[in-house]
């Protein structure tokens, strides 16, 4: 994650932490969400707090040392993107569809579990965000939401027909979105790592909760 952007996000703290780890030898991907509440190190700050803090402290760089050092893996390419950025990046790919996880309704749209449905970029933001709803499953329900709209995202943007616009969309949505991803390495995954963004496992990061001395709550990783 970057270190030269621009410090016009700092205070703003993670809403969702995703690491994926795309292997085109086994042609798998793995998606894996770590709950933003969960107590680690934020390297650079002398501090243990809840991870989404790091962003905050440090944009970018800071959040991708304090992630690398609480999964213990490696870390090669960042995107940072803001919910306007989301929301923009689906409409200009003209949506997304994605199969629901759960059977719940949220703003005024129902979802069955087990069937597909076609979103634009404010239906997909409410998707994604719903957790307090009768059945949506709180916030592992939403983290495996994140992950679907996150995945079906990443399949339009690697198609035939937007791969050659990466560089316009990007431009367009100008500081919602920040990668150190050159275009050669988006075309790299798009055609080398094909099989593997085909086969994606999904996993939460799994802990316990707690309310520390400052009265926050905190999930530790197990």
């Known amino acids: ?14 809403d969702s932490i995703m690491i994926l780890s795309v292997n085109p030898n086994t042609n798998k991907t793995v998606m894996v969400s770590i709950p933003r509440d969960t107590s680690t190190e934020i390297v650079g700050n002398d501090s243990v707090e809840k991870i989404n803090h790091a962003y905050a402290y440090g944009g970018s760089q800071m959040a991708k040392d304090s992630i690398e050092n609480l999964m213990n893996v490696p870390i090669d390419h960042y995107v940072s993107i803001n919910m306007d950025g989301l929301k923009d990046l689906i409409d200009i ?6 199969v629901s996880n ?40 939403r983290q495996e939401r994140q992950q679907l709209v996150v995945e079906a995202l990443g399949d ?16 367009t949505l100008g500081n919602n979105v920040r990668t150190d991803l050159k275009m050669a390495d988006i075309q790299d995954i798009g055609t080398k790592y094909n099989g593997a963004r085909r086969n994606v496992e999904r996993i939460q990061l799994e802990g316990t909760g707690e309310t520390m001395e400052d009265g926050l709550w905190y999930s530790k990783k197990v």
């Open 102 to 141: 759960s059977t719940f309704e949220v703003k005024g749209n129902s979802y069955v579990e087990g069937l597909p449905y076609d979103m634009y970029g404010e239906e997909a933001l409410a998707f994604t965000r719903s957790r307090y709803q009768d059945g949506s499953g709180g916030d592992f329900g």
């Open 1 to 14: 994650m970057n270190s030269d952007e621009s410090r016009d996000d700092l205070g703003e703290r993670s």
């Open 93 to 98: 790919v003209g949506g997304v569809t994605v």
């Open 156 to 171: 339009k943007l690697l198609s035939a027909g937007s791969i050659t616009r990466i560089n316009s969309i990007l431009d």
